[in-house]
């Protein structure tokens, strides 16, 4: 019984292809067929990448650089510039964002923070030591959260000091 049904609906199937429905379509099919010999349109030209070079030739300065300037003069920028020369520390080389306070030790009547990197290693802090990217300077440390000053550049070259804050985490 489903054969007989099978065969009806194939039956009824093909008889709509076969009308003069579709003839336009048809027609073009065939006369694409016919054309021989056409060419495709040339692809077009890849040019190499030029990558930009941050020189002095071209007067703008690299974004990915801090800006050094002059310590001789006078204003903001010779006040507040950090010491590029000094040896970075450890834990300048994770963003303060992703540093967490997990605890406080008092040791010889001295307070340090115990902090998690962002690569998950426990470290011992103190006053005095430098934190995150901003060149931050540890100011004070409570057994609650850690007062620290940071020094940042914007995008005239001017350095300008931002005091932030490390809560302890529970």
């Known amino acids: 019984m489903k054969s007989v ?10 008889t709509g292809c076969a009308g003069e429905e579709f003839q336009d379509l048809r027609d073009f099919v065939n006369a694409e067929n016919n054309l021989t010999g056409t060419e495709p349109s040339p692809y077009p030209e890849i040019k190499p990448y030029v990558p930009f ?5 071209t007067g703008i300065p690299d974004p990915f650089k801090p800006r050094v300037t002059d310590t001789k003069s ?10 590029m020369t000094r040896v970075k520390e450890e834990l300048e080389e994770f963003p303060l964002e992703s540093l967490k306070m997990v605890g406080y030790l008092n040791q ?17 802090v ?45």
């Open 126 to 170: 103190k006053v005095g030591n430098y934190i995150g990217l901003n060149f931050g300077l540890i100011k004070s440390i409570s057994d609650t959260e850690i007062n620290i000053r940071e020094m940042v550049q914007d995008s005239a070259g001017d350095w300008s000091v931002r005091d932030s804050t490390m809560q302890l985490v529970e």
């Open 53 to 57: 070079s941050y020189d002095n030739s």
């Open 5 to 14: 049904y099978l065969i009806i609906v194939i039956a009824f199937a093909l």
């Open 108 to 124: 010889a009547k001295t307070g340090f923070a115990v902090i998690r990197s962002g690569d998950g290693k426990l470290h011992r």
């Open 74 to 83: 006078s204003g903001p920028r010779g006040q507040n510039q950090p010491d």
